[in-house]
């Protein structure tokens, strides 16, 4: 009675989402310092007999492309001068493991000086944990530049242009406790992300709580899993929360009963609709045919039948061997049937990962709207041809034989309301004694759940790598992409999709002990249902690396 007792407290405090109020605050008050914090939480530790790697890279790319701007109507060929500066540090001791890599990036083009600019990238992470059983530190900070807009351009890149710089800083805070009994796990977190075009920003925190039986337990189980959320952005507000449990009986035989609690929100300035499911209770039965396989289903009746209606919940859990796992779930959510599938698999040579996960989100890139970036106006009782096409007619004496022809493109706009995504994806690497295959299939379904707008991403990246001689590696890639946009504007609907396809060879070579050079040929082709869309590029790389 005291673990159910402790459990159900557990979730009366998770619902009320005052966990770590306190770990919030200071967060909060740490905004806008991490990079400080980061640089001497390093230089303190680094002086105490910790092992650590400083490494600075000088590398030097001079590069060809024949449609340096991925333009459809005006190709434009540019030799492009590319300086990077990179460091690396790397920490690791008892109490501590960070990694931090630096780069800046100058560009300098031949077709237009004016286009030439400096890019600075970070990506790092600090774990600290001073005392063997007590709470851990986590401190993150990443600067990355991404397109504008991936319904624009999915494929601009830093030569291409027409991207933006994001930035992401994080801290937070995590207790773990591990023995025959319970397993424990509290923490609270708080993220600040910004952008260059203020597109995609928030700030806020999050909590979450997972308490389970240990193996240790022979009369009762449990599992009790919470999370909470607070962002903001720019006078908007995303609140959410969700509470799971299950409280059941050991039995000798194979089936356990059981009880189950369900309960999740989402609340907040962005939220137009009901997205609140209500509170659910349950019971029903584990089966546990075999060691280390769980079968839980469960019958669970709605507390408001206007918010939701009785449904049964089903999750497996089976691990067959040290290298396999296999767990799969479906569950009754506010928006309808929830799934979730999780398979992993590795053997000497091949490792399998498969993912299906579904996510409530909010102030993210991926809130797109059309608008029209130029007129064009074409000959009448002809067949549609761009090169045909004239940008103005002010000097034509016959203005009357051309028509208008919009040109639409789609750009990021405020993502201010909550998205359903659906996410799928199978991870595969075969490692051979020289060659590596790596192929990589996802699938993304975004819906927008105020409008039920849908956009739909699909990814496939096939690798093959040959480890020539020990200094010398080829490796030849392909990458398919096809990105679906259906956007609402005040007096325009649009439909679009657009294909990409990345054929990649490069080669590789070690000089010295620490200068290498790089060779890559690229060819990228976009085809769209609007065909004044389609491009083609073919780029040359040729880089040296110095290791210091």
């Given amino acids: 009675m005291k673990i159910l007792q402790l459990g159900l407290y557990l979730i009366k405090q998770s619902k009320r989402a005052r966990m770590y109020m306190a770990i919030t605050d200071m967060a909060m008050d740490a905004k806008g310092k991490i990079s400080i914090v980061l640089l001497s939480q390093l230089f303190h530790f680094s002086v105490h007999g910790a092992d650590s790697n400083f490494t600075p890279t000088i590398n030097i790319e001079e590069i060809f492309s024949d449609n340096v701007e991925l333009d459809s109507f005006e190709e434009q060929d540019s030799y ?17 493991d960070a990694s931090i890599n630096g780069n800046y990036t100058h560009l300098f083009f031949s077709h237009d000086s004016s286009a030439n600019e400096g890019y600075e990238s970070l990506e790092s992470q600090i774990n600290i944990a001073p005392w063997h059983d007590g709470p ?23 030569i291409s242009g027409d991207t933006v710089r994001t930035t992401n800083y994080g801290a937070g805070l995590n207790y773990q406790v591990q023995n025959n009994d319970f397993l424990l796990s509290i923490g609270g977190r708080y993220n600040d992300s910004r952008s260059s075009d203020n597109v995609g920003e928030s700030y806020g ?49 194979q089936l356990n009963p059981f009880i189950r609690y369900f309960d999740e929100d989402f609340t907040g300035s962005v939220s137009t609709g009901n997205f609140n499911q209500g509170e659910s209770f349950g ?56 799934y979730g599938l999780n398979v992993n698999h590795r053997n000497k040579r091949l490792t399998n990962t498969i993912s299906y996960n579904e996510q409530i989100q909010a102030f993210q890139r991926d809130n797109f709207e059309i608008f029209t970036e130029s007129v064009l106006f074409c000959p009448v009782n002809q067949p549609i041809d761009i090169n045909n096409c004239l940008s103005d007619i002010n000097n034509e004496t016959q203005p009357e034989l051309f028509f208008e022809l919009p040109i639409f493109d789609i750009r990021p706009v405020e993502d201010s309301q909550f998205s359903l995504n659906k996410r799928l994806a199978w991870d595969s690497t075969l490692s051979l004694q020289r060659t590596t295959f790596s192929l990589t299939v996802s ?90 869309r389609d491009f083609d590029e073919n780029r040359a790389t040729l880089s040296i690396t110095k290791d210091f």
């Fill in 443 to 532: 699938g993304n379904e975004r819906e927008d759940l105020n409008t039920g707008d849908a956009q739909d991403n699909i990814l496939v990246n096939l690798t093959a790598s040959r480890q020539l001689n020990s200094r010398s590696q080829l490796t030849a890639a392909y990458q398919f992409s096809r990105i679906d946009f259906f956007t609402r504007n005040v007096d325009v609907d649009s439909e679009r999709r657009d294909y990409y396809r990345t054929y990649n060879i490069s080669y590789s070579r070690t000089l010295g002990k620490s200068i290498s050079v790089n060779f890559n040929l690229r060819h990228l082709v976009r085809t769209s249902n609007t065909s004044i």
């Fill in 80 to 96: 492009v001068t590319r300086a990077n500066f990179g460091l690396s540090q790397t920490i690791s001791s008892k109490t501590i």
């Fill in 283 to 338: 019971a029903g039965l584990r089966w546990q045919p075999i060691n280390l396989m769980t079968v839980d289903l469960s019958y669970n009746s709605a507390e408001d039948e206007e918010l939701s209606e009785d449904y049964i919940a089903f999750e497996f859990n089976w691990q067959p061997t040290t290298r396999t796992q296999i767990a799969a779930s479906y569950n009754q959510r506010f928006f309808g049937d929830s």
């Fill in 205 to 253: 925190y999050s909590n979450s709580l997972s308490f389970q039986n240990g193996i240790g337990q022979k009369h009762l189980f449990w599992n009790i899993s919470s999370s909470y959320s607070d962002l903001k952005n720019r006078g908007e507000s995303a609140r959410s929360y969700q509470i799971q449990a299950r409280f059941g009986v050991i039995t000798s035989w």
């Fill in 136 to 158: 851990a530190l986590n401190l993150q900070a990443n600067i990355t530049n991404v397109p504008r807009s991936t319904g624009g351009n999915f494929a601009s890149d830093l």
